[in-house]
């Protein structure tokens, strides 16, 4: 009998350095499941990437991402890069241990470490689609997991990622009320998809892979990332008051009837802004803070994913 081997990508840093306090928690759970693993931990920005993209010539036959939605994106650019070197790469898993986890929610996978490392065991795979974005300072393109965000979230993100003393849900609220303050002017954009094209001002534009971003909003609630498709969501221009009834909306991911947004899925997204301003992240990680112009790709089932089928809705 051939068993899988495990390749634990672990990020101390993931969760502000809550990860590295669960290292010993976490390789108990490992030893006791029977799993064939080994861990390696990453010691840079990228460095997932290039242990993922490695693991397949290693022997490795799953490559776990032990992290939140930052090390999942890291480790899934890695194994398409094995795929892009026509291997096929192993299969993914996940240990969320981020603060978010907002891949992990919509890959359906359990909240806690012990659940993960059970649905490890049980071993479940599916086909899992993978986004590739291209613009900005990415005009070659990045691989993306979960989703993309144009607009008020990324700022929100990016002034919630300055804050050292503020951790989890509290840091994006706090973020968010700074963006309130500031409140930019929003962007004048198309987007051409399934043969039409829709043009407007809109403060928050959402392609999403998975169903959560933010660890609370959903901004894609009915979205799977195993059906060949992306799924849209375009607010409108709002000011202050009517962000904030947005925002709601995505907490309770009840957007899709409310006449304030468009909703949509598709497999190619073009998203043009010809006076600039589009602030752009992909899994969290920032892709322009003034682009122009972004290709927005689905790939059907490039990888295999260990989920865990009692989640799934």
Not at 41 to 70: C, E, W
Not at 237 to 246: C, H, S, V
Not at 280 to 301: F, K, M, Q, W, Y
Request: aromatic share 8%.
């Amino acid at each position: 009998m051939v068993h899988d081997r495990f390749l634990v990508i672990f990020n101390p840093t993931a969760g502000k350095g809550a990860a590295e306090k669960r290292r010993e928690e976490l390789c108990a759970l490992l030893d006791a499941s029977g799993l064939h693993w080994e861990m390696e931990s990453t010691n840079a920005p990228g460095h997932a990437t290039q242990l993922a993209a490695g693991a397949h010539d290693r022997g490795f036959t799953v490559v776990v991402s032990a992290g939140g939605d930052g090390t999942a994106n890291e480790v899934v650019n890695g194994l398409m890069a094995c795929a892009d070197q026509g291997k096929t790469p192993p299969a993914l898993g996940i240990l969320a241990i981020g603060r978010g986890n907002d891949f992990a929610y919509g890959a359906d996978v359990p909240k806690t470490i012990e659940g993960c490392v059970q649905t490890l065991v049980k071993g479940q795979r599916r086909p899992l689609d993978v986004g590739r974005v291209a613009g900005g300072d990415y005009p070659e393109g990045k691989y993306f997991c979960n989703g993309i965000g144009i607009g008020f979230d990324t700022m929100v993100g990016l002034e919630a990622a300055k804050m050292k003393w503020v951790h989890g849900f509290m840091a994006y609220v706090l973020g968010a009320a700074k963006c309130f303050i500031n409140f930019p002017p929003a962007p004048s954009v198309s987007i051409s998809y399934n043969g039409t094209t829709i043009a407007r001002e809109s403060r928050q534009i959402s392609v999403m892979n998975g169903k959560r971003m933010g660890g609370a909003f959903y901004m894609a609630p009915d979205a799977k990332n195993y059906d060949g498709l992306l799924n849209l969501c375009v607010s409108n221009k709002a000011n202050r008051l009517q962000l904030f009834g947005i925002i709601m909306r995505y907490a309770r991911g009840s957007q899709a009837n409310d006449k304030r947004f468009i909703c949509d899925t598709a497999g190619h997204y073009r998203i043009e802004a010809p006076a600039g301003g589009l602030i752009v992240h992909a899994d969290g990680e920032t892709i322009c803070t003034n682009g122009t112009s972004l290709d927005i790709r689905c790939l059907p089932g490039t990888l295999s994913a260990i989920y865990e089928p009692e989640l799934v809705q």
